[in-house]
């Protein structure tokens, strides 16, 4: 099976524009979680999304948005761009098998987004 | 709220020495806890995970123990190489179930040949 994939792979972009990320799930995965990877911060979730409903929100500020798609690909929307918001997002897919039973399941990532805000 | 510790931010280590990651968790009501590798550049991978009905998992020259009293769990990597050389990170399920992965601040590896 092919992997999570990312687009764009790069983007720079200026302070007050926005911005959309795009993740496609392992196929049959329908759980999708972001998270923002900064080198002070580490590694923080963002979201995550399963059959096309956020299930859960971390603490980021309303700019920060997702969706998902009836085909499980997710997007993650980030508007009136800060410099902080410079960072690597990932995003991961799982194999959680309906929308209450258990995430144990492995959360494979994909290659990320590098965004960076000027 | 939920916190994942991590110890130590930096390990170094001659080859085919053993390396020992730590973290504890603060909510107990977790019950799955990966621990991921990530090289330069790359995306995180996941080397190994265990569940909470379990005390220790092993494979190959990887292994992990759980101590749920404690709230901890390591990673316990014997006959370093070189390619072990990457930053390790733990983390733990949040409670709620829905996917959400508290990370450790990840520990940076280094195995000198």
């Known amino acids: 099976k092919a992997g999570v994939t990312q687009t764009p792979r790069y983007l720079i972009k200026t302070r007050g524009q926005q911005v959309t990320l795009s993740c496609s799930p392992i196929?049959?995965?329908?759980?999708v979680s972001w998270y923002q990877q900064t080198p002070g911060q580490g590694l923080q979730f963002l979201f995550e999304?399963?059959?096309?409903?956020?299930?859960n929100k971390g603490n980021f500020p309303g700019r920060f948005s997702g969706r998902q798609f009836s085909n499980s690909r997710s997007e993650m929307n980030v508007s009136t761009l800060e410099l902080g918001d410079s960072a690597l997002y990932l995003c991961?897919?799982?194999?959680?098998?309906?929308?209450?039973?258990?995430?144990?399941?492995?959360?494979?990532f994909g290659p990320g987004t590098r965004l960076l805000v000027l | 709220g939920e916190n994942v510790e991590q110890h130590p931010s930096t390990l170094s280590v001659q080859e085919g020495d053993s390396a020992v990651i730590k973290c504890t968790y603060s909510?107990?009501?977790?019950?799955?806890f990966p621990w991921y590798k990530q090289e330069l550049g790359k995306r995180p991978q996941l080397i190994i995970d265990?569940?909470?009905?379990?005390g220790e998992k092993k494979d190959q020259r990887i292994a992990v123990t759980l101590n749920k009293t404690a709230k901890h769990f390591s990673l316990h990597i014997t006959e370093t190489q070189p390619e072990d050389s990457a930053v390790y990170f733990c983390?733990?399920?949040?409670?709620?179930?829905?996917?959400?992965?508290?990370f450790g601040q990840g520990t940076t590896l280094q195995v000198k040949p």
């Open positions: 999304y399963f059959s096309e409903t956020q299930r």
């Open positions: 196929s049959g995965h329908r759980s």
């Open positions: 991961a897919s799982s194999l959680t098998p309906n929308r209450q039973g258990p995430s144990q399941e492995t959360q494979y």
């Open positions: 983390a733990a399920l949040d409670s709620s179930n829905t996917g959400k992965l508290i």
């Open positions: 909510d107990s009501a977790s019950n799955y």
């Open positions: 265990i569940r909470s009905n379990v």
